[in-house]
T-cell receptor, first 110, second 115 residues
Framework: NAGVTQTPKFQVLKTGQSMTLQCAQD?????MSWYRQDPGMGLRLIHY???????DQGEVPNGYNVSRSTTEDFPLRLLSAAPSQTSVYFC?????????FGQGTRLTVV | KQEVTQIPAALSVPEGENLVLNCSFT??????LQWFRQDPGKGLTSLLL?????REQTSGRLNASLDKSSGRSTLYIAASQPGDSATYLC??????????????FGKGTSLLVTP
């Protein structure tokens, strides 16, 4: 039981490049979400999913896409990276109201 | 919009002290409140979850209380240890949210426990 696994742990992108941040959970949780954490700010919700095939936008969705083809995986795609997307990204899954977080992906866009 | 505030932003205490971290939220219409611990460069570890109908939860040396009507929660750490050094985050699930189990986070309290 690995919990919530995020890959990669670190990534450097050039402006305009695209990439996918991976998130997988092995707890059969229906609800999954993506947050970003920036200095001096609380974590902010990017996108979430209440189950396979169902996704919706959170507070800061612009520049990001998600899909949920299986219960286990919830990848976050950056379409055209911008310096403003430099952040630490966290994926979470829930058992009921309790959220469990991955170790994060630290992304730098230059 | 639900705002979550944590005071103090940073705290340094000698080992062995009992301490209290504070969390306040602007809208008392919440489903639950969750306390997390975050170590530098690491993810969030869930410490305690309090449902809106509950007053407190305990786990080992940690005790979290919730006063929903006044919009406050406290995390009490007994007999602090250097290993407790981390950032502690408070998050609430707002009844007015249409984002499922989405959480509103505070900015955290950075705790340093010195030997």
């Amino acid at each position: 039981n690995a919990g919530v696994t995020q890959t990669p742990k670190f990534q450097v992108l050039k402006t305009g490049q695209s990439m996918t941040l991976q998130c997988a959970q092995d707890m059969n949780h229906e609800y999954m979400s993506w947050y970003r954490q920036d200095p001096g700010m609380g974590l902010r919700l990017i996108h979430y999913s209440v189950g396979a095939g169902i996704t919706d936008q959170g507070e800061v969705p612009n520049g990001y896409n998600v899909s949920r083809s299986t219960t286990e995986d919830f990848p976050l795609r950056l379409l055209s990276a911008a310096p403003s997307q430099t952040s630490v990204y966290f994926c979470a899954s829930n058992i009921g109201p309790e959220a469990f977080f991955g170790q994060g992906t630290r992304l730098t866009v230059v | 919009k639900q705002e979550v505030t944590q005071i103090p932003a940073a705290l340094s205490v000698p080992e062995g002290e009992n301490l209290v971290l504070n969390c306040s939220f602007t809208d008392s219409a919440i489903y639950n409140l969750q306390w997390f611990r975050q170590d530098p460069g690491k993810g969030l570890t869930s410490l305690l979850l309090i449902q809106s109908s509950q007053r407190e939860q305990t786990s080992g040396r940690l005790n979290a209380s919730l006063d929903k009507s006044s919009g406050r929660s406290t995390l009490y750490i007994a007999a602090s240890q250097p290993g407790d050094s981390a950032t502690y985050l408070c998050a609430v699930r707002h009844e007015g949210s249409n984002s499922g189990y989405a959480l509103n986070f505070g900015k955290g309290t950075s705790l340093l426990v010195t030997p």
